[in-house]
């Protein structure tokens, strides 16, 4: 069965301070994509990134950054020299190719950057 | 482009009354999701269809809920009778695409229910 987790429930920090957000995922299909969204505190969800199972490249844009490593089964999220913008909630998100097409959503981690 | 569309953005009703939830989807988008938000269950995917046809159901909390797709644009979502454990942001989604296990997917702004 997928599984997504998202340890860190809240993160806190300091405007300008670089935060990391974890996400661990299951999986048993060798074809998979994970996503993370963003729910800022007008409520919408917003996509952020996409990234498929064969592709373990990390991307990098603007402040943001992901890291993919299929060894750990993680998929963290960097946001570097964060803002007050930046707080929201993070979703990170799996879908599986056998899966029905069902995606599963982590429980999202709450970030608060302070000015 | 016009996002995903819901309506309404509010609803406040009594137990026991048929609430209504509607979705258009981005236009040429062929694969829509209900999700339903709470604080204690997070996001939790109720029901998607692909093509107009529902795919998986699994996750309609019981038979109070039903959804509908009358054409490849619209949706609705009813909950009839409604009860206070019903009260939650239900979102709706879509997507583009014959599999779409890879695409992301465009959410509406949702709508909050509150079942009194």
């Known amino acids: 069965a997928q599984k997504v987790t998202q340890a860190q429930t809240e993160i806190s920090v300091v405007e300008k301070e670089d935060v990391t957000l974890d996400c661990v995922y299951e999986t048993r299909d060798t074809t998979y994509y994970l996503f993370w969204y963003k729910q800022p505190p007008s409520g919408e969800l917003v996509f952020l990134i996409r990234?498929?199972?064969?592709?373990?490249q990390n991307e990098i844009s603007g402040r943001y950054s992901w890291n993919f490593q299929k060894s750990t089964s993680s998929f963290n999220f960097t946001i570097t020299a964060s803002q007050v913008v930046d707080s929201a909630v993070y979703f990170c998100?799996?879908?599986?190719?056998?899966?029905?097409?069902?995606?599963?959503f982590g429980a999202g981690t709450r970030l608060f950057v302070k000015a | 482009d016009a996002g995903v569309i819901q309506s309404p953005r509010h609803e406040v009703t009594e137990m026991g009354q048929e609430v209504t939830l509607r979705c258009k989807l981005i236009?040429?988008?062929?694969?829509l999701f209900w999700y339903r938000q709470t604080m204690m269950r997070g996001l939790e995917l109720l029901i998607y269809f692909n093509n107009n046809v529902p795919i998986d159901d699994s996750g309609m909390p019981e038979d109070r809920f039903s959804a509908k797709m009358p054409n490849a644009s619209f949706s609705t979502l009813k909950i009839q009778p409604s009860e206070p454990r019903d009260s939650a942001v239900y979102f709706c989604?879509?997507?583009?695409?014959?599999?779409?296990?890879?695409?992301?997917?465009?959410f509406g702004d949702g709508t909050r229910l509150s079942i009194l």
């Open positions: 998100a799996l879908s599986e190719r056998t899966g029905g097409f069902k995606t599963i």
């Open positions: 236009s040429g988008h062929n694969s």
């Open positions: 990234r498929n199972s064969f592709d373990e």
């Open positions: 989604a879509s997507s583009l695409g014959r599999d779409n296990s890879n695409q992301p997917q465009h």
